[in-house]
């Protein structure tokens, strides 16, 4: 099933370690515990998301729910995801609202902080969560997609439906089905849509989307 509940829990540095899936590979760049259990601690700090839709489609908040399959694995849970020109700060969390994954994205690099506080380093966030959780997290692109746009940076093809939503796209060797849109957005907004490349797929349903001020 792919619905997962994103409820407050106790502090990240109290909770049980969690991982995505049991072939988890910890490596790559570490950094101090100390500064990585205040990453996560930063959670508690982000505002409640309402049902108002983002100020402009260059910036968005959303809460909601994310699945992946990949092969005979898979993994069901929480998303938290605010985005901005040049950054990004994604929340991960179990069925149970345990920190699986902080990610946090810049212009030159992106970190991932791990519920065990492992801090990993990449230049982008495909090939980090690629290596850390197991599966590949398309970060620049979905930023696009979740908001029923192509990514400019590459070709793709899109199809449309009868309202000029998209309905399907193909970009980067990933194939986007869009399942569901949200009544009344101005744009329309995709409520839930399906990426999928090979043996993976993720599966992202937008319950609530916000504006993304205020927001650290």
């Not at 609202?97 to 230049?123: C, F, I, P, W, Y």
């Not at 309905?167 to 849109?181: C, N």
Request: charged letters at 20%; a neutral charge; glycine letters at 12%.
């Amino acid at each position: 099933m792919w619905c997962a509940s994103s409820r407050t829990e106790p502090s990240p540095a109290e909770r049980p370690a969690s991982t995505v899936f049991a072939s988890v590979r910890l490596h790559g760049l570490r950094a101090g515990v100390a500064a990585a259990l205040m990453l996560l601690g930063a959670c508690a700090t982000l505002p409640e998301p309402t049902d108002e839709p983002p100020a402009t489609l260059e910036a968005f908040s959303l809460t909601g729910r994310l699945g992946v399959r990949h092969g005979d694995q898979g993994f069901s849970g929480g998303v938290r995801w605010t985005h901005t020109p040049g950054r990004d700060e994604l929340w991960i969390v179990s069925p149970l609202g345990q920190a699986v994954a902080h990610v946090r994205g810049e212009a030159d690099a992106v970190t991932l902080v791990t519920s065990e506080g492992q801090v990993h380093q990449a230049a982008d966030a495909a090939s980090l969560t690629r290596d850390v959780l197991g599966w590949e997290l398309p970060l620049g692109g979905l930023a696009y997609w979740a908001t029923g746009r192509l990514s400019p940076a590459s070709p793709g093809q899109a199809r449309y439906d009868s309202e000029g939503r998209l309905a399907t796209l193909v970009q980067d060797g990933w194939e986007i089905r869009y399942l569901a849109y949200g009544k009344g957005d101005n744009p329309p907004l995709p409520r839930t849509l399906s990426a999928s490349r090979g043996a993976l797929e993720i599966r992202l349903t937008i319950d609530r989307w916000a504006r993304p001020g205020g927001v650290r």
